[in-house]
């Protein structure tokens, strides 16, 4: 049943609804608690468990480099598992629980400890929790690449999940606040109202890896068989080996390279634009809790509005054409805030607009151009390497993400910002608060620039992929064939 199933999808490349809302509920198990970590793991840090901001940004960016390390590992072993159940489901279904459990763990403050000593906690927690969360999403981002290889489909896919993806910002970077609030009204302590806060969001991811899980089942290639080797142990030191020659060769194509260090570059713009602004609403824009949220609710309300626009667009023009001049417009718009008074609350939703607007159309088309290089690594080195390309992916996204928020907390530190104990913001002085203000204006836009810049020079557009599904095809049926048309790829 399972192979029939894969004969159908490649021949119509078309994916019934249900399989497509299955997997959009896994982008829920994803970005529940991702966001939750970049927008207030360094708030949780700072002012719940009172470590210094310099030291709470460590932990984050040892534990984030952690988590792009282990993307290569986590890919190479999705893509050679021998299962019959598949490559990529297995895995996420292995991995949900634990990963869900350390979610609880990541937001356990325990007051008994000094700040060294949670230091130490809170690292450990969070490499663990990075490691189980990578066993889950590289096979989750990986599955969409393997579910069809219309050039457009991926994108209507992606679009799904974009929707569940923004719905996970909303509900993570607006309910928090309000949960925290709820509870302290309600006599329980900060400290424990943020573990409630980790139940919740762990008992909704649960769920969502769960749903994704069985809806999506026959939707994914079958394990293939493994090369023989004289010596058939898989040594630990042949693994890594492979995991490197991986990572060169698809390093080595040219959409690679450009999608690779737009995906870096955005991801670092990304991280200052969530990890910063919390910052901003409370102590710049003196916000309280309550208004906090308003504003993160509007800000993922704006997400979710930008994306039928994302559908259209980048389905009607090239992808690649609407993902770079969506960066540019976001990135020049933001940083033009610097200089005009920013913040109040009049100017704050033209800017959320604009900030959303590279957002949207990053998160949704990125992954979508990502899928395409596996058909180009395909007809060049003959390897389905979805996992890998994934993985590559990931970990500049992972590394450029790490790299910022560890730059906040540095840079608030050096510019004299007070961690506090508990949920009400300390009053700062006026350069811990110019340096906030730079985080999410001048500093986030130079980022974005650098990403639209890169994504410029991504080669695989619409009219060269569809050269190149064909040469493919013919190449593998051992035909003739031309690269003219795609010579570019090369």
């Given at each position: 049943?399972?192979?029939?199933?894969?004969?159908?999808?490649?021949?119509?490349?078309?994916?019934?609804?249900?399989?497509?809302?299955?997997?959009?509920?896994?982008?829920?198990?994803?970005?529940?608690?991702?966001?939750?970590?970049?927008?207030?793991?360094?708030?949780?840090?700072?002012?719940?468990?009172?470590?210094?901001?310099?030291?709470?940004?460590?932990?984050?960016?040892?534990?984030?480099?952690?988590?792009?390390?282990?993307?290569?590992?986590?890919?190479?072993?999705?893509?050679?598992?021998?299962?019959?159940?598949?490559?990529?489901?297995p895995l996420m279904l292995a991995a949900i629980l634990p990963y869900t459990l350390l979610m609880l763990l990541l937001y356990t403050d325990i007051s008994t400890f000094s700040v060294n000593q949670k230091t130490v906690y809170f690292t450990i927690i969070a490499i663990l929790f990075w490691s189980a969360y990578k066993i889950y999403v590289i096979p989750f981002y990986t599955l969409g690449a393997e579910m069809t290889n219309d050039f457009d489909e991926r994108t209507s896919l992606r679009v799904w999940a974009g929707y569940a993806l923004n719905l996970a910002v909303l509900v993570s970077s607006s309910a928090p606040p309000l949960i925290v609030k709820g509870m302290v009204n309600a006599g329980c302590s900060v400290s424990t109202s943020w573990f409630g806060v980790s139940l919740i969001f762990a008992i909704l991811t649960l769920i969502s890896g769960l749903a994704c899980w069985y809806l999506t089942q026959g939707y994914e290639l079958p394990a293939r068989e493994r090369q023989s080797n004289t010596d058939s142990t898989y040594h630990p030191l042949a693994f890594i080996g492979e995991v490197f020659n991986n990572m060169f060769e698809i390093a080595r194509l040219s959409s690679s390279k450009f999608l690779g260090a737009s995906v870096f570059f955005?991801?670092?713009?990304?991280?200052?634009?969530?990890?910063?602004?919390?910052?901003?609403?409370?102590?710049?824009?003196a916000y309280s809790e309550q208004d906090a949220a308003i504003s993160f609710l509007i800000f993922s309300l704006l997400a979710l509005a930008w994306l039928p626009i994302v559908n259209y667009t980048a389905q009607k023009f090239d992808k690649k054409n609407v993902y770079y001049l969506s960066m540019l417009i976001s990135s020049i718009g933001t940083g033009l805030f610097y200089f005009c008074g920013f913040p109040n609350r009049n100017m704050l939703l033209i800017y959320l607009i604009l900030l959303q607007l590279g957002n949207s159309y990053f998160w949704t088309v990125y992954y979508s151009m990502m899928y395409d290089i596996c058909e180009l690594d395909d007809f060049i080195n003959s390897k389905r390497r979805e996992g890998a390309i994934t993985a590559l992916m990931s970990f500049l996204q992972k590394f450029g993400s790490a790299l910022s928020i560890w730059f906040i907390g540095l840079y608030i530190d050096k510019h004299g910002y007070i961690s506090s104990s508990g949920q009400q913001a300390m009053t700062q002085p006026p350069q811990a608060l110019h340096a906030i203000l730079e985080l999410n204006t001048w500093i986030h836009a130079l980022a974005g620039l650098l990403a639209a810049l890169f994504a410029i020079g991504y080669p695989l557009t619409r009219s060269r992929y569809q050269a190149l599904l064909t040469a493919l095809q013919a190449k593998k049926e051992q035909q003739s064939y031309t690269t003219s048309d795609f010579k570019q790829l090369l």
């Amino acid at each position: 049943m399972h192979t029939r199933q894969i004969v159908v999808l490649q021949a119509s490349n078309k994916l019934p609804l249900h399989v497509k809302l299955g997997y959009a509920i896994g982008q829920m198990a994803d970005s529940l608690a991702y966001n939750l970590f970049y927008v207030f793991y360094l708030f949780f840090l700072t002012n719940v468990a009172n470590i210094p901001a310099g030291q709470a940004g460590t932990i984050i960016l040892i534990a984030v480099i952690w988590d792009a390390v282990a993307d290569p590992l986590v890919g190479q072993f999705s893509d050679t598992i021998s299962s019959h159940r598949g490559r990529r489901r297995p895995l996420m279904l292995a991995a949900i629980l634990p990963y869900t459990l350390l979610m609880l763990l990541l937001y356990t403050d325990i007051s008994t400890f000094s700040v060294n000593q949670k230091t130490v906690y809170f690292t450990i927690i969070a490499i663990l929790f990075w490691s189980a969360y990578k066993i889950y999403v590289i096979p989750f981002y990986t599955l969409g690449a393997e579910m069809t290889n219309d050039f457009d489909e991926r994108t209507s896919l992606r679009v799904w999940a974009g929707y569940a993806l923004n719905l996970a910002v909303l509900v993570s970077s607006s309910a928090p606040p309000l949960i925290v609030k709820g509870m302290v009204n309600a006599g329980c302590s900060v400290s424990t109202s943020w573990f409630g806060v980790s139940l919740i969001f762990a008992i909704l991811t649960l769920i969502s890896g769960l749903a994704c899980w069985y809806l999506t089942q026959g939707y994914e290639l079958p394990a293939r068989e493994r090369q023989s080797n004289t010596d058939s142990t898989y040594h630990p030191l042949a693994f890594i080996g492979e995991v490197f020659n991986n990572m060169f060769e698809i390093a080595r194509l040219s959409s690679s390279k450009f999608l690779g260090a737009s995906v870096f570059f955005w991801s670092a713009a990304y991280a200052l634009s969530t990890g910063a602004l919390y910052y901003l609403f409370l102590n710049n824009m003196a916000y309280s809790e309550q208004d906090a949220a308003i504003s993160f609710l509007i800000f993922s309300l704006l997400a979710l509005a930008w994306l039928p626009i994302v559908n259209y667009t980048a389905q009607k023009f090239d992808k690649k054409n609407v993902y770079y001049l969506s960066m540019l417009i976001s990135s020049i718009g933001t940083g033009l805030f610097y200089f005009c008074g920013f913040p109040n609350r009049n100017m704050l939703l033209i800017y959320l607009i604009l900030l959303q607007l590279g957002n949207s159309y990053f998160w949704t088309v990125y992954y979508s151009m990502m899928y395409d290089i596996c058909e180009l690594d395909d007809f060049i080195n003959s390897k389905r390497r979805e996992g890998a390309i994934t993985a590559l992916m990931s970990f500049l996204q992972k590394f450029g993400s790490a790299l910022s928020i560890w730059f906040i907390g540095l840079y608030i530190d050096k510019h004299g910002y007070i961690s506090s104990s508990g949920q009400q913001a300390m009053t700062q002085p006026p350069q811990a608060l110019h340096a906030i203000l730079e985080l999410n204006t001048w500093i986030h836009a130079l980022a974005g620039l650098l990403a639209a810049l890169f994504a410029i020079g991504y080669p695989l557009t619409r009219s060269r992929y569809q050269a190149l599904l064909t040469a493919l095809q013919a190449k593998k049926e051992q035909q003739s064939y031309t690269t003219s048309d795609f010579k570019q790829l090369l």
